[in-house]
């Protein structure tokens, strides 16, 4: 069973930032692509960014140029890197790692990340 734990949520305010790292230890993990989604109070939950094993990166509109995913294949963990950050980017954060040839969908517990006004 594969078991994800986020780390790094917290209470900022706008325009401040913080690091997400999401560990994910006993997985091949460059053979996963990583990603992050989130999902807001009354929201479905919504990709952020991905990021393959060879390092080719997909990042929802809405953080493009603020967001920055990347990973470390020698520690078995990715990160998220949130600048700017807005009101609007409030919502539980979650890592998930998939790799569909073995049918891996996990997901982590889920780390709140709070920006103030």
Known sequence: QVQLEE???GLV?????LRLSCAAPGIIFRRNVMGWY???TGKQRELVASMTGDGTTNYADSV???FTISRD???NTVYLQMNSLKPEDTA???CNAQ???IGINAWG?????????
Not at 13 to 17: E, I, L, M, V
């Open 7 to 9: 780390s790094g949520g």
């Open 13 to 17: 305010q706008a325009g401040g930032s």
């Open 38 to 40: 989130r999902q807001a």
């Open 64 to 66: 493009k140029g603020r």
């Open 73 to 75: 294949n020698t520690k």
């Open 92 to 94: 539980v954060y979650y």
């Open 99 to 101: 790799r569909a040839a």
């Open 109 to 117: 517990k889920g780390t709140l990340v709070t920006v103030s006004s």
